[in-house]
């Protein structure tokens, strides 16, 4: 067998050793963790002469205690990390912890505990938990969130941003408690009612000052995937919440003389618009309202305001609106159309008003054929009798009718078409012109937490906004506060923290008393990785930047497509920008898991009693058992439900290749003769060259469960093959090969039988088995026999038999020489490898 390293003595060579023990991982597993720790085995440092490999998988928030979701995440990726050092790749794979956030919060106020000591806590439990899958994490550069050496360079991030105009404040709504006099955060409204989770009162909005980062400001290239390897639904996820829209901004009035806005991506329909319909939280909404409409209109805005952006676009929810009494003029035709509100109508999209074209858009001819509005057809529909009563609106192409200067015109966006030609003549008249928009919005980072990063600004009467100077930072949190039951913020009630000087005049002043969204930690915690101790601008070693980045493969849940993961490409990006980082993308190649389900086939919850606690498992099988039953048991992009019946296969398994490994249970050398000890030699070598090729390929393809099933066959067939290869060095050759194949999935009882079997230190520190196609090849193959198209007989050939010796064995097959019943073949076709097809 072809490889590039020594294989080991036989077991014989170790004098003394006793091997009669079964397979315990309760003795082996901590054993190998304890050593690897204390070597630094999986240190990650700075090696010009090694390809370098940075693997990364999304970092666990300090709840408590790891879930099996952690370890279906974390322990593949680890797998695969282990394959690629291996390989020879200089391999970082480090571990942190995103610890800022609200949970703590709520312990603080439920437990009378301070929320860094309940998150510290935490973190020192979930390491030991984390030190028992035996991954390969580099602890040296463990980062953690809420660490004041952290959250300095996340400070120090935001008055870069700052600095360079992508942070600004303005007014925004937040959801708001009346009794509690707090803000909540989207986990604390609860039920349909929208109700505080604490007091149960009824959440409204409230608008607040805010920051914002200025992301649209990235758009379009956030929507350019070029040369990056990330799963289609991701993207496509990114590009439909990014929402680029082509159409045209147009202008109404209101009788009034009030300029009202809307874009819209079919400008073409504008003469069929017969009403318009304003977001309730419009600015105009209260000025344009007639006295007679007040108390209606006002009673809709506080009921739409208390529902979230997703009930009000709903697609099955019942379309409701209030006419406010006011009418607008629209610019192409001055008709006059009424001016209604309705909840479906977003303020944080477009502009918050729309032209309604009931004749060619469902849902304005749903609310038209409800409130009894106009419906005027502009698109002819092919074919159709232009006196016919619509039954439904008809937003495919046709012709313009009733549509003044572009009637006749091809509907559609193409040249010459009705799209192009309704933007040129609003430009002409002065009532709008092309435009792109984006349902993306800018990021709002502020929250009425303790438990964040400080915003580092300070206000000043003379100067305003002030950022916090580097040699100021970080502005830590005060650990001397006081909770409330109602959740508001300690930082707002701390009698001093608050107080300050301004740094540009000595003035007295005043700290923002909000903290940052923890997704501004995590955008950045890869970087943090490089160099987590370093301390000076900007929070990494540049000379590890340069060998490390960016990230090679990223591993984590699809379900942070639209946030995580677009905050972090964000924040590259203009940091690439403010010259602090280089390249267009953190993250070159991104895979996602799927779900591990209860038992029940139910996702895991304590209520529903089918949480599967991984420490138990690891307690009852071990985590090498642990880890290939996750890889084993599923298709690692889809997941699936818990199954304590078929972890069993895999326990049986590294049974059985522990047992392979025993010398007391070889069969005593020259057993078997020199011709079936030479057979299982070439079947034994090539079953593991084959396991070579397809675990290789499997690696790089994320396919963990075909992996560990190979492993299992070449394993059955290395115990089929046993007892001719007593002794023999084609078994060592053999055995040593499943061990390699073995490590990264099952990485302990691998480095156990490894040094028992007089292997140099670490097998984890071994080259990968070099595949040998040759070795690999079948010496016979099957080929099928046909009668005139019809599978009569199958033979077994030597693999490289020719053509004509192919076509005379098929000729002579019993079943070819039945259906031919003596007549004489018009041809006989040989498809190589596969089929002779004898034509009668």
Request: glycine fraction near 6%; aromatic fraction near 10%; charge should be neutral.
């Amino acid at each position: 067998m072809a490889a590039n390293t020594e294989t080991p003595a036989a077991p014989e060579a170790k004098a003394g050793r006793a091997y009669a023990e079964r397979y315990d991982p309760k003795q082996i597993e901590p054993k190998w963790q304890a050593r690897w720790e204390t070597d630094q085995l999986y240190r990650a440092v700075i090696d010009p002469s090694r390809p370098k490999y940075y693997a990364l998988t999304m970092l666990p928030y300090p709840s408590g205690d790891l879930h099996i979701g952690h370890w279906y995440a974390m322990t593949p990726s680890d797998a695969r990390a282990r394959w690629l050092r291996m390989r020879g790749y200089n391999v970082m794979f480090p571990i942190g912890f995103d610890a800022f956030g609200l949970p703590a919060e709520n312990a603080a106020i439920q437990r009378n505990i301070h929320p860094a000591t309940w998150t510290y806590a935490n973190i020192a439990n979930m390491r030991k938990q984390l030190r028992s899958m035996g991954a390969t994490w580099d602890w040296e550069r463990e980062a953690v969130s809420s660490d004041p050496s952290y959250y300095k360079w996340t400070q120090w991030i935001f008055t870069q941003l700052f600095k360079h105009g992508l942070a600004y404040k303005k007014m925004a709504a937040v959801d708001w408690c009346p009794k509690d006099n707090t803000t909540l955060a989207r986990e604390q409204v609860i039920g349909e009612n929208r109700v505080c989770e604490r007091c149960k009162t009824p959440v409204v909005k409230k608008n607040l000052e805010q920051w914002f980062f200025r992301i649209t400001k990235y758009a379009d290239e956030l929507l350019n995937f070029v040369g990056m390897d990330w799963p289609e639904p991701v993207r496509l996820a990114q590009t439909n919440w990014i929402g680029r829209s082509e159409g045209a901004n147009v202008r109404f009035t209101s009788e009034q003389g009030d300029p009202i806005e809307v874009f819209t991506t079919r400008p073409d329909t504008l003469w069929g618009a017969t009403f318009m319909v304003l977001a309730p939280e419009h600015p105009l909404v209260a000025k344009l309202t007639t006295p007679d409409r007040k108390a209606e209109v006002e009673a809709y805005v506080a009921a739409a305001t208390r529902q979230t952006d997703i009930q009000r676009e709903a697609t099955d929810k019942e379309k409701t609106g209030v006419f406010i009494g006011a009418y607008a003029v629209n610019p192409v035709n001055q008709a006059r159309i009424p001016i209604w509100i309705a909840d479906y109508v977003l303020i944080t999209y477009g502009t918050g008003a729309i032209m309604a074209v009931p004749a060619h858009d469902q849902r304005d001819f749903d609310f038209a054929k409800q409130y009894g509005l106009d419906i005027r057809l502009v698109v002819q529909p092919p074919g159709a009798d232009p006196a016919a009563e619509l039954t439904a609106a008809w937003p495919h192409d046709g012709v313009m009718v009733n549509s003044g200067a572009i009637n006749g015109v091809p509907a559609g966006k193409g040249e010459g078409q009705s799209v192009k030609a309704a933007i040129a003549y609003l430009k002409k008249i002065g009532a709008g012109a092309g435009a792109v928009t984006y349902r993306l919005r800018d990021w709002l980072i502020s929250r009425q937490r303790y438990w964040g990063a400080p915003i580092p600004i300070i206000y000043c009467p003379e100067h305003g906004q002030v950022p916090v100077p580097d040699d100021q930072l970080p502005v830590e949190l005060p650990m001397d506060v006081e909770w409330r039951p109602t959740g508001e913020s300690p930082l707002k009630l701390h009698p001093t923290w608050a107080k300050t000087t301004c740094p540009l005049c000595g003035r007295p002043a005043t700290r923002d008393t909000d903290t940052m969204d923890t997704f501004m930690c995590s955008s950045w915690y890869h970087l943090r990785y490089l160099s987590p101790k370093f301390d000076a601008p900007p929070g990494f070693d540049q000379d590890e930047y340069d060998y490390w980045m960016p990230v090679d493969t990223y591993t984590g849940g699809a379900e942070h497509a639209t946030m995580h993961l677009i905050y972090t490409r964000f924040f590259h990006k203009a940091l690439r920008d403010m010259g602090v980082v280089e390249g267009h993308e953190p993250m070159m190649q991104l895979r996602n898991q799927g779900q591990i389900l209860g038992p029940d086939g139910q996702r895991m919850s304590t209520s529903r009693g089918n949480v599967i606690d991984p420490d138990e498992q690891v307690n009852a099988f071990g985590a090498d058992t642990v880890r290939a039953y996750l890889m084993f048991g599923y298709q690692w992009s889809e997941g699936g439900p818990w199954s304590t019946e078929n972890i069993q296969g895999v326990v049986r398994w590294l049974h059985k290749v522990w047992a392979l490994g025993q010398p007391e249970a070889q069969p005593p050398a020259g057993a078997a003769s020199a011709e079936a000890q030479a057979a299982a030699a070439v079947a034994a070598r090539r079953a593991v060259h084959q396991a070579i090729k397809k675990v290789s390929d499997d690696f790089e393809a994320f396919e963990f469960n075909t992996i560990v099933s190979t492993l299992m066959e070449l394993t059955n067939t290395l115990h089929k093959h046993r007892p001719a290869l007593a002794g023999a060095p084609a078994w060592e050759e053999a055995y040593t090969a499943l061990l390699k194949l073995m490590a990264p999935i099952t990485p302990h009882i691998t480095e156990e039988l490894w040094e028992r079997r007089g292997g140099a230190y670490s097998i984890h520190q071994q080259s990968w088995p070099v595949y040998d196609a040759a070795a690999a090849a079948e010496a016979h193959i099957t080929i099928v026999v046909q009668v005139n198209g019809k599978v009569r007989d199958r033979i077994q050939a030597a693999a490289d038999i020719s053509a004509e010796a192919a076509k005379a064995q098929a000729l002579a097959s019993e079943g070819a020489v039945k259906f031919m019943e003596g007549k004489t073949p018009r041809s006989v076709i040989y498809v190589p490898g596969r089929l002779v097809n004898i034509v009668l």
